[in-house]
């Protein structure tokens, strides 16, 4: 069974700092796609970054970066100089190519930006 | 702008009064889901259509449906509401295939249900 585990349900970070958002998954696929998702207060949810299992290049997205341990099992988004705005919901969330189109979700990680 | 429309945004219903909630997408794309999202909660898949053919999770309630009458428009249809119901329902599409392009979920805003 594939699934997705963020164990951070909060973070606080200075305005500024790095700051680094857990994500392990577990799949026995070799092929499958990472992703990480915003929710802001307003609901909708935002697209930031991909990763395919077979990238070899860790994905980087303007202040986004997901580091990729494939070993691990573990895709971490590091967002570098958060802003204000950076506060809100962030999903970890997973595609395993043989199981249809289907796209589970982690149980998200809270982040708060302190100014 | 190419997008994905949820109506409405709000819905307000009584307990077991029936409900239907819409998604329309001008993205052409041929996968299109819908979620549920209880508060502080992960979005819980609860089926999807690659083009007509309907996937059902397993432990999606009888109590939901789902209609696709065209590649544009995807209903869901809650038969007899319940509080545990209550709930902010996502519709999202992508295409399909693999990479990154043909993954990638554009979520429409959310219809937030109450349940009286």
């Known amino acids: 069974a594939q699934k997705i585990t963020q164990t951070q349900p909060g973070m606080f970070v200075q305005e500024k700092e790095a700051v680094t958002l857990d994500c392990t998954y577990d799949?026995?696929?070799?092929?499958?796609?990472l992703f990480w998702y915003k929710q802001p207060s307003s609901g909708e949810m935002i697209f930031l970054i991909y990763?395919?299992?077979?990238?070899?290049q860790n994905a980087t997205e303007g202040r986004y970066s997901l580091n990729f341990q494939k070993a691990r099992k573990s895709a971490n988004l590091v967002i570098s100089a958060s802003q204000l705005g950076d506060s809100a919901m962030y999903f970890c969330?997973?595609?395993?190519?043989?199981?249809?189109?289907?796209?589970?979700f982690g149980s998200g990680t809270r982040l708060s930006i302190r100014p | 702008d190419a997008m994905v429309i949820q109506n409405p945004r709000y819905q307000v219903t009584q307990f077991g009064k029936p409900v239907t909630l819409s998604c329309s997408q001008t993205l052409n794309h041929n996968v299109m889901y819908w979620y549920q999202q209880k508060s502080s909660q992960a979005p819980k898949l609860l089926f999807h259509?690659?083009?007509?053919?309907?996937?059902n999770e397993a432990d999606t309630p009888d109590n939901f449906q789902s209609r696709r009458p065209n590649t544009s428009f995807c209903f869901l249809d809650i038969r007899s509401p319940g509080l545990g119901d209550a709930a902010m329902y996502l519709c999202?599409?992508?295409?399909?295939?693999?990479?990154?392009?043909?993954?990638?979920?554009?979520f429409g805003a959310g219809s937030r249900l109450t349940v009286l």
């Open positions: 990763q395919g299992s077979y990238d070899q």
């Open positions: 999202a599409t992508s295409r399909a295939g693999s990479g990154r392009g043909a993954n990638v979920l554009t």
């Open positions: 799949t026995s696929d070799p092929s499958y796609g």
């Open positions: 259509y690659y083009d007509k053919d309907f996937n």
């Open positions: 969330a997973m595609r395993v190519y043989s199981s249809a189109s289907k796209i589970i």
